[in-house]
Each structure stands twice: as structure tokens, then as C-alpha cells.
């Protein structure tokens, strides 16, 4: 075995390694990407459940309104 080669093969593993450190640090992004979506969507959603409860409410006023409207004739 020559110094070349464990030389080589020195600076493959560090290449390799490099490789890997890069790879996690991109699926650390991809981790809070999707996240950060995740909460997003979840915020959606309760603000448009809270909007849907709102109609809900405003159209059993309207409803009972025009009950009474027909109960008083």
C-alpha cells in the first residue's frame, strides 16, 4: 500500500462524508418545509371551520326568524 493510495482513499471518505452532511441538511429543509406547511394547512383549517360555524349560526337566526313569521299568521 502506497501514501498515494491511503491518500485516495482518505479523501474519498471525506468526499463521501460531505456528501452525506449535504444530503441531511437538505432533508432537514424538506423536514421544516413540510412543517411549516403542516401548520399552515392547520391554520386553514380552523379558520375556515370558525367561518363555517359563523354561517351556520347567522342562517338558524334567519331560519327561526322566518318561523316566527309564519307562526304569527
Known sequence: MTIEYL???????????????AKQRDLDLVRVDVHDIKERLE???KLTLKQYQFEI????????RIED???MK
Open 7 to 21: 491518500a485516495t482513499m482518505v479523501k474519498r471518505g471525506f468526499d463521501d462524508v460531505t456528501k452525506n452532511m
Open 43 to 45: 391554520n386553514i383549517e
Open 57 to 64: 349560526q347567522e342562517l338558524r337566526k334567519r331560519v327561526k
Open 69 to 71: 313569521l309564519f307562526a
